[in-house]
């Protein structure tokens, strides 16, 4: 985590990568675990060669608990924390629409990384 602060600071300091006011109290709500998640979606979401790409992206918290050793309840329990910071959020359907917009289903199985997620992620890797 001080890894984190550190390059978020000197980001900030430099200008090399764009720093919101908000970041810090986002970063002083997360557990290590969560920002070790955050690291690895980061890490598949950069693999996407455009920002339309990466917001379709959407990862399997089923698989993500299998790789950390979690139980449900934990990963749950995380993946709602990071909806309400913000940096995670539910996948909008793309069949039922409620007029011009896509039905948002409210399940933490699935979800996908918001832009917020990953320039916030962006700001305490570089």
């Known amino acids: 985590m001080q890894n984190k602060w550190a390059n978020m600071l000197a980001n900030a300091a ?15 709500e997360l557990s290590p675990l969560e920002a070790s998640i955050l690291d690895k979606i ?10 339309q790409e990466r917001k379709a992206l959407q990862f399997n ?3 993500l608990q299998s790789m950390l050793s979690i139980n449900e309840e934990k990963i749950d329990l995380i993946i709602e924390n990071l909806f309400r910071l913000n940096l995670l959020q ?6 039922a629409m409620l007029g011009n917009f896509p039905f948002a289903l409210r399940t933490t199985k699935v979800f996908e990384f918001t832009t917020l997620g990953y320039e916030f992620v962006r700001a305490c890797n570089y």
Not at 16 to 28: A, C, D, F, Q, W
Not at 90 to 95: L, M, S, V
Request: aromatic fraction near 8%; charge should be positive.
């Open 42 to 51: 980061y890490i598949e979401a950069n693999k996407k060669t455009t920002y």
């Open 14 to 28: 430099t200008g090399k990568v764009e720093v919101s006011p908000n970041y810090s109290g986002i970063l002083t």
């Open 90 to 95: 539910p996948p909008a359907g793309q069949g």
């Open 61 to 63: 918290a089923t698989k």
